[in-house]
């Protein structure tokens, strides 16, 4: 019976399957339960037992850190944090007006959005389906609004299509279906599918695609109002006199194959990010915040970590500290260490040769975003664009309009850039003020004659110049992954590593949420046997 | 200049333009400049220079008439609305908890949600695209927030199709897109479509058909990671030790065919569904309520209009006092009618005989909504489905989640039922308490152990039985349109109608408005040649 007096929920049983059997015979349960293609959470962690006095130490403030340090603490551990910045959340975080933000150069910004503006500068959505985040933020009290992916107002820009003009979502996605629906039925008739389809399926499938792709009685897709009634008009419907709508030529195909759109397709359709995404109210920093506020006084900040040793029965840990230079040191039973590969290869870590290798064999992605603060809304007011991206083979990759606030007034951070690849090297290469000014060339292609009037101030942030991580996300390729994943997960002694980089779902903070409990699951266990 | 001292906007110049030479030069200017294919609505219309004390009664407190009052009002003219309910709002309406509603037929439901907590009887969702709604959302300060219309983690069901098992829309779509793009591709190899591509636009086509439809390196839509990264895993990724992810089986293309799911797809990407759609925060009805505060203490309620006579130079207006019975009349120079057609056909109304026949032209549809409010919000929380629609084959059409209030506790109001054509009589036929119940029994075919059990209370509204519309809206055809449309919206003496009935934006609020402006811009520049 659980706490109410009724039959026991589902989760409750994963939760005493859990406690019996495990991560592996719990998701086996779940698996029978049908629950298991959604999430591999199943709850927070079960750690009774706890040895009275047992310590851990925890490196980094992130969510990972914060997470582990959280449940630890619960469960009975005396634990502390060593955290590098002088805030927590790590890579969750969001730059508000009147902020600082030093990159490594030198370079510094204060930054002047309008109060209750920001820019994300790391994780800035979250899919329906990571459900310890979600589970997190509703326990720790982080208000979410939805975060709009998809928007079908937005714009596809492509430099080699349509003479370098911005075209509709809505019109060019239209016609994609309507062409495709139009040929395969064409290949229907013509027999082209007779070997991998009998005549009546041809038949039932035309009828599906005539639906599907707005075809019209003979399977052409054509301007007319069923094409009309997903690409849109050249004179929508009104009232009154002057109510009949008066339908738009489609593109032609050839236009439509060259602006990409199918990429576009690709991404929103793509498990990461369906419908329905979401945002915390005020910037994903206040995920991070939340977090913080459930390990109050346990966060030492500004303290570089410099050697982590693990002779004589204990974990010893010696930082520097950043502001005097004091060099500190601390001793615990156990350590979870959260900090990125990429610094983490920098450090003296006394761990089997094997998990040295590891943190040492994966590279981290780079990424630039770009925040642009614009005096009004001109995408809502002017263009009924709200929300969602707006996509461009230029170096920016992306426009993005903010999901929250819309229909207010006053000034709105547009995500002026969101780079990946050798693009993001190249803008990493400029000083902030000129990776804005990049933005805002780039971006005014989209928005010609608002965009660059509209502009009020910036903010750029070049992850690889990022003096807590030196780089974006870990980048495992399949080699790795065989090689080094399950080492560098391992629990080595008294030290076990969590993070997105101790996941498969890297880069985003279900990864490194997951990969916390895990760790600190087998962890417990470990310190229970000692 | 404009009132900021800069280069006047192209609101602004809109504005001047439309002033200057009316509604249809008006949309040419906006043709020009780029807007047209946006909406047929350039702000607020500009009804200068009327006659001091010219009067106009306005019949119907819907969207359409308060609209209509508030205009004139500014205007200059002195305006009364008379109205049969005792609420503002007409369609527009939401049901709280303590609300009663009683339908032709007698029943009398009390309503009985819990605080927060409503039904939508009429309109639910606003696209982005309905320029004019949105703008007097604004002006009139109603808080919107987005509504989720596509869910990918929602459910498709078709009692035809898996042996009657709902599937996700996520898998179903995926597998759509991935047998047409593997279809598509085979039918190029096998030259069905020589006659219509050249080779190398057949294989550049191939290219994007294989990212579009997730397609491994020989062009087959198959179990993997691609097709997994779009429809989902048997165990997705996760974090530590058994982090690897399992891909999912596809699904047999019959089958994806047979479910119908193209269908949903259809409704998705119509324009008038398509990202992003809002909603008034606590209830559609919250647009009424505020248009009413426009013009408050200009509206009569309760009155049953009876006789619309314009004999003598004015309008002369009787109606019935709901309650008292007494027989009353009012005069002014000039009347909006935005009585729905059934009911105005019932009505003794002075205008031409071909106004007359428009008037009882045009059937009204018919529709049912059921609101069941649940204990718990089971399917956020275990189903992980936020906001949208899940499609069965059923009476019931369609279930939809809440948008508002996502990933709050305690109990939340499905929409468990919103019919079209017959299913909409079978179910009207009913009483409300056997409405809910079908609703409940087809409901929880999509959501098996939680849908009867966490059932709490229900609401059924059947628009054939609305004492106030007798249906949903008008359904206009092509051939009643080319025979009474523009009868129908022209200015009959001292009368004009207005409604979703009399714009080509039939059963939305959008058409209501418009069809609004059209009419009062048209009267007031007849009342101008007086």
């Not at 109410?4 to 991560?23: F, N, Q, S, W, Y």
């Not at 779940?30 to 009275?52: C, D, I, K, V, W």
């Not at 910045?85 to 510094?108: Q, V």
């Not at 062409?179 to 035309?206: F, P, R």
Request: glycine content about 12%.
């Amino acid at each position: 019976m659980n706490r109410a007096g009724g039959a026991p929920t589902r989760r409750e049983i994963l939760h005493a399957i859990g406690v019996m059997g495990g991560a592996s015979v719990l998701y086996q349960a779940m698996a029978t339960m049908g629950h298991a293609a959604e999430t591999q959470f199943a709850g927070p962690p079960n750690l009774s037992g706890a040895r009275p006095g047992a310590s851990v130490l925890v490196l980094g403030a992130g969510l990972a850190g914060m997470l582990a340090a959280y449940e630890l603490g619960k469960a009975g551990y005396k634990v502390r944090i060593i955290e590098y910045n002088n805030r927590p959340g790590g890579r969750n975080w969001s730059l508000y007006g009147g902020d600082t933000y030093a990159e490594l150069g030198g370079a510094t910004q204060k930054i002047g959005f309008a109060k209750g503006n920001y820019l994300n500068p790391g994780p800035w959505r979250i899919p329906y389906h990571h459900r310890s985040l979600l589970h997190y933020c509703k326990a720790f009290g982080v208000a979410l609004e939805p975060f709009i992916q998809l928007n079908h107002q937005a714009l596809v820009h492509n430099s080699k299509a349509f003479g370098g003009k911005p075209q509709r979502y809505r019109e060019l996605a239209a016609d994609w279906d309507g062409n495709v629906a139009e040929l395969l039925s064409k290949a229907i008739d013509n027999k082209g599918l007779n070997a991998v389809m009998t005549t009546e399926d041809g038949e039932m499938l035309k009828e599906a695609l005539r639906t599907w792709g707005m075809l019209d009685k003979d399977m052409r897709y054509v301007r007319g109002p069923a094409s009309a009634a997903r690409r849109g008009f050249d004179r929508p419907p009104g009232g009154g006199v002057d109510g009949a709508p008066i339908p738009s030529d489609p593109f032609d195909f050839r236009d439509v194959r060259q602006s990409g759109v199918w990429r576009a397709f690709a991404q929103h359709m793509g498990h990461e990010r369906q419908t329905t995404m979401f945002q915390p109210v005020g910037g994903m920093g206040m995920i991070g915040q939340a977090f913080a506020r459930q390990v109050e006084g346990k966060i030492r900040y500004g303290a570089k970590v410099t050697k982590i040793d693990q002779s004589g029965g204990a974990v010893t840990v010696t930082w520097t500290d950043v502001a005097s230079g004091a060099v500190e040191t601390a001793k615990a039973d156990y350590c979870v260490c959260t900090i990125p590969l990429g610094i983490l290869s920098q450090i003296d870590v006394d761990v089997s040769p094997g998990m040295r290798a590891a943190i040492a064999a994966v590279p981290y992605s780079n990424s630039v975003k770009v925040g642009l603060e614009m005096k009004s809304r001109f995408w809502e007011d002017e263009d009924a664009i709200y929300g969602g991206i707006s996509f461009t083979d230029q170096p920016i990759g992306m426009i993005s309009y903010p999901s929250g606030g819309m229909h207010s007034a006053g000034p709105g951070v547009i995500l002026g850039a969101y780079t990946f690849g050798p693009a993001s090297y190249k803008l990493a290469a400029l000083p902030p003020e000129q990776r804005i000014a990049a933005a805002l060339d780039q971006g005014a292609v989209l928005h010609p004659g608002r965009y660059k009037e509209q502009f009020s101030n910036g903010a750029a942030v070049a992850w690889s110049r990022s003096p807590f991580t030196l780089g974006c996300c870990a980048q495992w390729n399949e080699d790795t992954r065989k090689e080094h994943y399950q080492t560098l997960v391992a629990v080595d002694d008294r030290i076990v590593l969590a993070g997105e980089h101790a996941s498969y779902i890297g880069c985003w903070m279900e990864g490194a949420l997951l990969s916390s409990l895990d760790a600190i699951t087998r962890l417990h266990k470990r310190a229970l046997e000692a």
